[in-house]
T-cell receptor
Framework: DAGITQSPRHKVTETGTPVTLRCHQT?????MYWYRQDPGHGLRLIHY???????DKGEVSDGYSVSRSKTEDFLLTLESATSSQTSVYFC???????????FGDGTRLSIL | GENVEQHPSTLSVQEGDSAVIKCTYS??????FPWYKQELGKRPQLIID?????GEKKDQRIAVTLNKTAKHFSLHITETQPEDSAVYFC????????????FGGGTRLMVKP
């Protein structure tokens, strides 16, 4: 399996609190992605990064921000969590677009 | 942007039978089509992919076909086994969207022993 570690694996928090999820990779891949997975919607892209400090929005970016200060780390932040952001969040990596993406184990986030 | 539709949403087959999952996409510029398998509580894992310059690709019991004219692609699993039971996702990548993947909604495949 690709060297991708997501933390935390599970989190329960309250509406209005800030939340940060971390994706750490040991593959030195250039591209990193954050997806959310909800029943019936498959995987939807939140934000992605194509290099250190280079990020862009995906399909469902509202309410989320990201940062990438090092090649190996990609952080996803919910500034003020809402119940609609309860989901499973997956990080993925690859070395260039149109190459296979490899996924982490996911973070299950519940916002009460 | 790209839109990917996947059918059926659930599929139940008897062990040993074949299973076919179909996806359609909207952007004719899409050029990369991966398929992922996700077991319950696990990460999605790539099982096969195809590029737009190829019409068919096979890997043991799994095959993918692509019809660019009709803008659809399909996953074929032959001689299904209980361990094939999982959720399968198709995806499409288009240069018009920065080569980002758009996923279908998923198909839950159940293989009955």
């Amino acid at each position: 399996d690709a060297g991708i570690t997501q933390s935390p694996r599970h989190k329960v928090t309250e509406t209005g609190t800030p939340v940060t999820l971390r994706c750490h990779q040991t593959e030195n891949h250039r591209y990193m992605y954050w997806y959310r997975q909800d029943p019936g919607h498959g995987l939807r892209l939140i934000h992605y990064s194509y290099g250190v400090k280079d990020t862009d929005k995906g399909e469902v970016s509202d309410g989320y921000s990201v940062s990438r200060s090092k090649t190996e780390d990609f952080l996803l932040t919910l500034e003020s969590a809402t119940s609609s952001q309860t989901s499973v969040y997956f990080c993925a990596i690859n070395n260039s677009p149109n190459q296979p993406q490899h996924f982490g184990d996911g973070t299950r986030l519940s916002i009460l | 942007g790209e839109n990917v539709e996947q059918h059926p949403s659930t599929l139940s087959v008897q062990e040993g039978d074949s299973a076919v999952i179909k996806c359609t996409y909207s952007d004719s510029a899409s050029n990369y089509f991966p398929w992922y398998k996700q077991e319950l509580g696990k990460r999605p894992q790539l099982i096969i992919d195809i590029r737009s310059n190829v019409g068919e690709k096979k890997d043991q019991r799994i095959a993918v076909t692509l019809n660019k004219t009709a803008k659809h692609f399909s996953l074929h699993i032959t001689e299904t086994q209980p361990e094939d039971s999982a959720v399968y996702f198709c995806a499409a990548s288009t240069v018009n969207a920065g080569n980002m993947l758009t996923f279908g909604g998923g198909t839950r495949l159940m293989v009955k022993p």
